[in-house]
C-alpha cells in the first residue's frame, strides 16, 4: 500500500530526530502520531503528495473538531517531516512549506495569586513519606519554576542543598542550573529524612537514586505528579486548570511583577528563544493597570 511506503520515511524521520537532532520521548511520540494520522488520511507516498493533500488534511483536523493550536502544532509536524525529506533528496519540493498556519486564539497563562499559592504549598498535612513529598513537590514547582518533566527526572546528585541550586536537564536534554528558594529547601530536607527512612524500610538499595519517589519506591512520574497538583488544588478550592504548568507560569509572573529581567526569567525557565518568554509581559501590563487604578488618585471611578 502507499501508506505503507510513507511510514518507510516517517520512521527515517524518528530516527532522525532521535539520533541528529536527540528529541525527548515525549517529542518523538508526539511526531508520530501526528505522522501516523497523516499517513492514515493520505495514503500516497511522500513524492505523490501535495499542498492540496495537506490543506486538506488541516482542513479534516478542524472539522472534526481539533484545536487551532492542535492543528497548528501538526502542521509544524510536517513542515519539519517535509523539510528531512526534501534535504534528503526523497522529494523534490516541500510541499507544507507554503501551507498557511489557522490563526489560534492567544491565551494568557494561567497563574496562582500570592495567597493562593500559600494555601496550596501548605495543603499536604502529616508526616510520612507522601505529604511530606508532596509538599516537597509544590513548594519546588513554585520556587524553580520547573516543568514537570524536570521534577520527575530529579536524581539524588541533582540537588546542591548547601548551595540551593538543582540541575535539570530540559527540553532536549539541555542542562541549566536553577536556584531554590529557602522555603523549598526546608522542605526538600524534611523529605530527604523521610525518603531515607523510607528506603530503609523498604530495602531499597542507595545505587536508585531517583530523587521522588512513589508508594512502591519507585520513580515518580509526570502524571504521578500532575494528580498530586490537581489534588491539593481541589482541595483548597482553587478553580479552574491547575496543573504542575500553572506554577511555571506562577514562578515567572510573580518574578516579573517583582522586577526581575525577563531575560533572567528566560534563563530560568530554560526557554531557549526570549518570545516565549515575552507572553509574560502581557500580564505585566496588566498588573501595572491594576495597581495604577487602586493607587493613583484619578485611577478608578470608584
Known amino acids: 500500500m502507499p501508506e505503507d511506503g510513507l511510514q518507510i520515511y516517517i520512521q527515517k524521520f524518528l530516527k532522525y530526530l532521535e539520533v541528529e537532532r536527540n528529541v525527548s520521548v515525549h517529542t518523538l511520540r508526539a511526531y508520530e502520531k501526528d505522522l501516523k494520522d497523516f499517513a492514515g488520511y493520505c495514503a500516497a507516498g511522500p513524492q505523490d503528495i501535495d499542498m492540496i493533500d495537506i490543506r486538506g488534511f488541516v482542513s479534516h483536523q478542524i472539522t472534526t473538531g481539533k484545536s487551532k493550536t492542535t492543528v497548528s502544532r501538526r502542521l509544524a509536524t510536517l513542515r519539519s517531516f517535509f523539510s ?3 534535504n534528503e533528496s526523497y522529494v523534490k519540493i516541500n510541499q507544507a512549506k507554503l501551507v498557511p498556519s489557522p490563526k489560534a486564539p492567544k491565551h494568557l497563562p494561567n497563574f496562582l495569586s500570592v495567597d493562593d499559592v500559600f494555601n496550596l504549598v501548605q495543603a499536604p498535612e502529616g508526616i510520612g513519606l507522601l505529604p511530606v513529598r508532596d509538599r516537597a513537590i509544590l513548594e519546588l514547582l513554585y520556587s524553580s519554576g520547573l516543568r514537570v518533566s524536570e521534577v520527575a527526572g530529579l ?21 541549566r542550573v536553577v536556584p531554590i528558594g529557602n522555603k523549598a529547601l526546608d522542605a526538600l530536607r524534611s523529605y530527604l529524612v523521610e525518603r531515607k527512612l523510607f528506603k ?41 486548570q491547575i496543573g504542575p504548568h500553572a506554577l511555571r507560569h506562577t514562578f515567572a509572573t510573580h518574578l516579573l511583577f517583582g522586577g526581575a529581567d525577563l531575560r533572567v526569567i528566560q534563563e530560568l525557565l530554560g526557554h531557549s528563544s526570549l518570545s516565549t518568554t515575552q507572553k509574560y509581559t502581557h500580564l505585566d501590563i496588566g498588573h501595572l493597570i491594576d495597581v495604577y487604578d487602586k493607587a493613583h488618585p484619578f485611577g478608578s471611578d470608584e
Open 84 to 86: 528531512y525529506l526534501y
Open 200 to 240: 530503609r524500610k523498604k530495602s531499597i538499595p542507595d545505587s536508585d537514586n531517583a530523587f521522588f519517589l512513589n508508594r512502591d519506591g519507585g520513580r515518580l512520574t509526570d502524571r504521578q505528579i500532575r494528580r498530586i497538583v490537581v489534588k491539593y488544588a481541589r482541595a483548597i478550592g482553587i478553580d479552574g
Open 155 to 175: 536524581n539524588i546528585d541533582d540537588l546542591n542543598m548547601r548551595e540551593g541550586m538543582v540541575k535539570v536537564r530540559g527540553k532536549g536534554k539541555k542542562e
